[in-house]
C-alpha cells in the first residue's frame, strides 16, 4: 500500500500592484455577509433596554438571515435565560453572547480536509442540484490541490450536458489538469470508474469526480447517484474518501431540504457554500450546522480561480455580527 504526502512547494514570486491592493479575505467576506450583518445591526446597534420586546426584534433578524426557525428559538431561548439572570446589561452584552452562540455552533463542523494518510488516490465527488457551480467548484478545488504539490485527475462524470464535459475540459486546460471524459449520454459509473483506474496506474494523488445536476427530490436519479458511490467503492473500498455537497448560498431554507436527500442518498461529508458574493445572507450554514455532521470544508467569495476559501468559523462569525467598520 502506498502512501503520499503534500509537495512542499515555494511560495510564488512578488504579487503585482494589484493582487497587493486587493481586499483581504476577511474583508471580502466582511462585504459578502453586509446584508444580515445590517439586519442585526439595526436590532444590536441601538442603545435600548433588553427585554422581551428586544429579543422578539433579533428573533426576526435572525430568520431573516436565514438562520432557521429551529435554531433561531434555541438561541432566543439561551439568551432568554442569561436576560433573566440578569446577565445582559446591554446590547454590546448581547451581541457578544449571539456571537458564542453561533461560533459554538460553527466551529463543530470546522474541520480541515485532509487527504493525507490513505492509498492513491484520494476520490472527491461533487454533488448538488443544477446551476449551484458545481463544475466551477471543481475547477478551483483542483488548483488549490495543484498549487499544494499535487497531482489532480478530473473526472467528467455529467455525461447529461456536452457543455457541462466542455466545461471541465476548459477547466482541465486553464489549470494544466488531466480530464477523462465519454460521450454524452455515457454511463456516468463507468466515466467515473475509468478515471479512478487511470489515476492508480498513473499514480494521481486526487480524483475529482463532477456528476450530473439533479434534484433532490427526483428518487430515480439520487439511486443513481448511490450506483456511482458503490462502482468506485468496487477499486477503493474506501471511495470516495469525500463527498462534497455544493449549496449556492442564496437558496437560502430550501438547502435543508437538499441536504436531507443527498446526506441520506450518498452520505454527504462535507459543504460548499458557494455564490457568497452575491446577495446571499450566509445564516444557513448556522442552522445545517445544528442538523447535521457534516464538515464546512469551503465557501466561494467571488468568481477567480483562487476565491475559494476554507471555511473558517470564526471569521464567519465575526463578518456576520462585527458592526465595527461595516
Avoid: C
Avoid at 458511490?229 to 468496487?234: D, G, H, L, Q
Avoid at 464546512?296 to 480561480?305: D, F, L, N, S, V
Avoid at 468559523?313 to 456576520?320: I, K, P, Y
Amino acid at each position: 500500500m502506498k502512501f503520499f504526502k503534500r509537495k512542499k512547494v515555494e511560495p510564488k514570486a512578488d504579487q503585482s500592484e494589484g493582487e497587493k491592493s486587493a481586499p483581504s479575505i476577511s474583508e471580502r467576506l466582511r462585504q459578502a455577509l453586509k446584508k444580515t450583518r445590517n439586519s442585526l445591526s439595526d436590532v444590536l446597534s441601538v442603545p435600548r433596554e433588553i427585554n422581551p420586546e428586544f429579543l422578539e426584534d433579533l428573533e426576526s433578524s435572525l430568520i431573516v438571515a436565514d438562520i432557521g426557525a429551529e435554531t433561531t428559538d434555541e438561541i432566543i431561548e439561551s439568551l432568554t435565560l442569561s436576560m433573566n439572570r440578569n446577565e445582559l446589561k446591554d446590547s454590546e452584552a448581547v451581541k457578544m453572547a449571539l456571537k458564542n452562540l453561533l461560533l459554538e455552533r460553527l466551529s463543530k463542523n470546522q474541520t480541515e480536509q485532509d487527504i493525507s494518510g490513505v492509498e492513491k488516490p484520494f476520490v472527491i465527488f461533487v454533488v448538488g442540484v443544477n446551476g449551484v457551480g458545481k463544475t466551477t467548484t471543481i475547477g478551483k478545488l483542483a488548483n488549490k490541490f495543484k498549487s499544494e504539490g499535487l497531482n489532480v485527475l478530473l473526472a467528467a462524470g455529467d455525461t447529461y450536458r456536452a457543455a457541462a464535459v466542455e466545461q471541465l475540459q476548459i477547466w482541465g486546460s486553464k489549470i494544466d489538469v488531466p480530464v477523462i471524459a465519454q460521450q454524452t449520454g455515457a454511463d456516468s459509473a463507468s466515466v467515473v470508474f475509468d478515471a479512478i483506474q487511470s489515476a492508480k496506474t498513473r499514480g494521481i494523488d486526487v480524483v475529482i469526480a463532477d456528476t450530473a445536476g439533479r434534484l433532490h427530490n427526483k428518487s430515480n436519479l439520487m439511486e443513481e447517484l448511490s450506483k456511482i458511490k458503490r462502482v468506485a467503492s468496487k477499486l477503493s473500498d474506501e471511495a470516495p474518501h469525500e463527498v462534497l455537497l455544493v449549496l449556492d448560498a442564496a437558496t437560502g431554507q430550501n438547502a435543508t431540504s437538499q441536504m436531507t436527500e443527498f446526506y441520506k442518498a450518498v452520505n454527504v461529508t462535507g459543504l460548499v457554500l458557494t455564490k457568497l458574493d452575491g446577495t446571499a445572507k450566509g445564516g444557513i450554514l448556522v442552522s445545517l450546522a445544528k442538523k447535521f455532521p457534516v464538515a464546512i470544508r469551503y465557501i466561494g467569495i467571488g468568481e477567480g480561480i483562487n476565491d475559494l476559501k476554507p471555511f473558517d468559523a470564526e471569521s464567519f462569525v465575526d463578518a456576520l455580527v462585527d458592526f465595527e467598520s461595516s
